[in-house]
Every structure is written in structure tokens, then in C-alpha cells.
């Protein structure tokens, strides 16, 4: 029989595997074990700290086996999935040194690396991102891995190039590594549609007007990367949005998705912008804009949605991939 393992960081991550589990659980001759992995913040001179083991918020239909009762060396399964690859590379977060990569790569065939972030393409002539993404989207531990599922043809040529770094034999090698078939999280984008898809039922006073029409909806989110680009200009850019939509609050639900470790990030890399973020925030929520959404996934809101405003990040990718209209927000020309 064959054995197959996921290993996934969070709950909120699930539907990075979802669609995936969903085949490998079909086949019978399929031995599917799912392990929640123990993992970490790290904080100044890289300590570890805040441990979590959450084995609580999956799917009914998902087992979850503890990290104690399946032995991975001893099982070695065909096929491990896993959604982090940073190892000791990430500067936020860390998953249990036992599920490093290269332990990974000693427990199985097959190691098949999924990543729950997916980001648009770079400019390759930025170089403050090409150093950026090799660091935290391709470190060393990406060499232990068999498989890569990206999101599209344009992130397998990102990653083939900051993987090779322009070594033809290298780029040779990495090819048939990475696909951009079956991704999961667009995958789980067809499964649902404004009707199907579950969201907060306090949404429904943003969504639909006093007729109990449906609104138009927009989603505006806010990245880590373009606050670090641009700084100030970034959270000005914000505000002129929120100012238009506020305008047009009665007839258009806007959606605001900040990503959710931008307060540490900024607090970490540039805090003496925390304010500049607490006084967009604290206007949005004063002037009853739109929606704040905070669920775990952006699914709902790229679903409700019906055009996208914002900067490079995973859920423009992601948005990108129904055909819906997108919309750039410009802060570094403010």
C-alpha cells in the first residue's frame, strides 16, 4: 500500500493541500496521514518563541494524526507534502527543526513542496526584490525538495531563474521539477461561486444594498512588501482609495484585506510607520467603509469580489487566476 503524508503548518493553511488530499484520499490502495506541525515565532536574535501545536480547526472529513504517534523515519511514507521550505531562513516564523527539509528529504521518495504564499512575478531588474524573494521565497532548503507546485507558468520562470541564477545546467535539472498544474489554492477558487461559497454573515449589510440587491464588490488589500517598497507613500495611496470608496459606499461593497503579519512586520522593519498604519486603520473603521477582512483565507472575498485594487502579493496572484478585472494602486508615484 502506498503511504502518503501531509504536513501542514496551520489550520488557516489547509486549503493549501485541500484539493489535493481530496485525490489522494480517493485512492484506495492510499495509506493518507495528516500531521499539523509543531512551529515557532522567532524573535530578536533569532530565539524561538510563542510555540504552537494546533491540531483543532480542520475540516470533520480530514484525520489528523499527533506529531508523536506516526514515525516518519520508521513509516517512510512514498510521498511527504509540505508548505514551508525556509527551514532557518524565514525571519517570522519556524516549523519544529525535526521537520526541516533536509530531515524531510531523509523520511521519503518524494518530497513535494506546496507553497501557501504565492506571489506575482518580479520585475527582474529590481533588485531589492530579486534579494528578497531568493531569501525567503527559494533558500537553500528548496534543493531538498522533488516537486514544486506553483500557481502559474509566470512564478515556475521566477523560480527556475532565482534557482539557477542563470546556470543552463542548473535550469535544465529544475524544469520538470516544478509545475504549475493542479495548485491548490486556485484549484479551490472552482469550487465556489457568490451563492456556494461560505463568508461572515456580518458582511451581508456591506454586500447588499437596502433592496437586497447585491452590491458590485471590490477588494483592496494592503501587502508587506509594498509598505516596505514604499513606506508613507504606500498608506497615502490607501487613503486616497478609502476616500473614493467612501464615496461610493451605497452602491459598491469594498473589501479591505490587509495581510495579516503586516503590524509585526512593520513593527520589525519599519517602525516608525505603525502609526501611519493605526491612523488608516482607525479612518476605515471610523467611517464604516467597507468590510475589514480578517478570515483565515482570502477565498470568500476573491469570490464575492468582482474587480481587485492592490500591489504585487498572494491574493493578487490568486485573484488573477479567475479573470476578473485587476487593478494596480500605484503608491510609489504618489
Not at 148 to 176: A, Q, R
Request: aromatic content about 14%; glycine content about 2%; overall charge negative.
Amino acid at each position: 500500500m502506498k503511504k502518503t503524508v501531509f504536513l501542514p503548518c496551520h489550520p488557516n493553511m489547509w486549503e493549501g493541500f485541500q484539493t489535493i488530499w481530496e485525490k489522494e484520499i480517493n485512492d484506495p490502495d492510499n495509506q493518507v496521514v495528516v500531521i499539523p506541525l509543531p512551529t515557532y515565532q522567532i524573535g530578536p536574535n533569532e530565539k524561538l518563541y510563542d510555540a504552537e501545536y494546533i491540531t483543532t480547526g480542520y475540516p470533520e472529513s480530514v484525520k489528523i494524526y499527533d506529531v508523536n504517534d506516526y514515525d516518519l523515519e520508521a513509516e517512510h511514507p512514498d510521498t511527504i507534502y509540505i508548505q514551508n521550505i525556509s527551514d532557518n531562513n524565514n525571519p517570522v516564523f519556524a516549523v519544529h527543526p525535526h521537520f526541516h527539509t533536509s530531515n524531510l528529504r531523509k523520511f521519503t521518495d518524494n518530497l513535494i513542496y506546496i507553497p501557501y504564499s504565492t506571489l506575482s512575478d518580479m520585475d527582474q531588474d529590481t533588485t531589492y526584490l530579486k534579494r528578497v524573494y531568493s531569501k525567503i521565497i527559494t533558500p537553500p532548503g528548496i534543493h531538498n525538495a522533488d516537486k514544486i507546485i506553483v500557481s502559474s507558468e509566470s512564478i515556475k520562470s521566477m523560480y527556475l531563474n532565482l534557482i539557477s541564477d542563470g546556470d543552463i545546467e542548473t535550469y535544465k535539472k529544475w524544469y520538470p521539477k516544478i509545475t504549475c498544474e493542479d495548485y491548490p489554492r486556485i484549484a479551490i477558487l472552482k469550487k465556489y461561486d457568490k451563492s456556494t461559497v461560505p463568508y461572515p454573515a456580518s458582511w451581508n449589510r456591506h454586500l447588499f444594498d437596502s433592496t437586497g440587491k447585491r452590491k458590485e464588490a471590490v477588494l483592496f488589500t494592503t501587502s508587506v512588501f509594498g509598505v516596505l517598497q514604499n513606506n508613507r507613500s504606500h498608506f497615502r495611496a490607501a487613503q486616497k482609495v478609502f476616500e473614493e470608496y467612501e464615496q461610493k459606499k451605497d452602491t459598491v461593497a469594498f473589501i479591505w484585506r490587509p495581510n495579516k503579519y503586516l503590524p509585526d512586520m512593520i513593527m520589525k522593519y519599519r517602525p516608525e510607520l505603525f502609526d501611519d498604519f493605526r491612523v488608516l486603520l482607525e479612518y476605515y473603521i471610523t467611517h464604516d467603509i467597507g468590510i475589514f477582512d480578517e478570515t483565515l483565507t482570502p477565498t470568500p472575498a476573491i469570490i464575492l469580489s468582482d474587480s481587485f485594487i492592490g500591489d504585487e502579493c498572494v491574493v493578487k496572484e490568486l485573484f488573477e487566476s479567475t479573470g476578473k478585472p485587476v487593478y494596480s494602486n500605484d503608491a510609489d508615484t504618489l
